[in-house]
């Protein structure tokens, strides 16, 4: 009896372990861009997985890295911030706009990032560079949502598209 057991542990895991190499990891983040013309301001949410920012935080450095919650909160947020700054960027009338970053904060099982640009007036175009994670996951697809007071559009991103170029509509 003891034999059929293990046996039957045996022959389940033969016939199961082909059926992992056929799932794949989906890796996504969303960031949200919204003109507020009152307060003629642009402002940036990102969401991103907290393990996939965790596991390029450990690729990059010699430390570990945790994430929410965090046990270093000065070394996270310059890393938050550096990587953010340096993989979406934002262009008005093709001149590059200065993001300030105004935190982070954890919710369920994502990390948030808060950015915005201040005193800005419309533009005729704008684009956008959104490389977030695309370098360390081939997999990797960001949507971008442009809203503003007329237009709400949402835009997917991926390693064959990390520039988008668009007409802003008033």
Do not use: C
Not at 61 to 84: A, M, W
Not at 106 to 111: G, T
């Amino acid at each position: 009896m003891f034999k059929n057991k293990i046996s039957i542990f045996f022959f389940l895991g033969i016939a199961l372990f082909p059926l992992s190499s056929f799932t794949h990891d989906y890796y996504v983040s969303i960031t949200e861009v919204v003109y507020v013309a009152e307060k003629q301001q642009l402002q940036l949410t990102t969401r991103i997985f907290t393990d996939d920012m965790e596991a390029y935080f450990n690729s990059q450095t010699n430390e570990t890295i945790q994430l929410s919650p965090d046990r270093n909160s000065i070394l996270i947020d310059s890393l938050v911030e550096k990587f953010f700054k340096n993989n979406f960027k934002v262009f008005f009338d093709d001149n590059e706009l200065e993001i300030s970053y105004l935190g982070r904060q954890y919710q369920e099982d994502q990390i948030l990032i808060f950015a915005e640009v201040a005193e800005l007036i419309p533009p005729i175009s704008y684009e956008i560079q959104n490389t977030i994670l695309i370098p360390f996951r081939t997999k990797q697809q960001n949507i971008v949502r442009v809203k503003n007071n007329i237009a709400n559009k949402s835009f997917l991103m991926d390693a064959s598209r990390t520039i988008l170029n668009q007409l802003w509509i008033n």
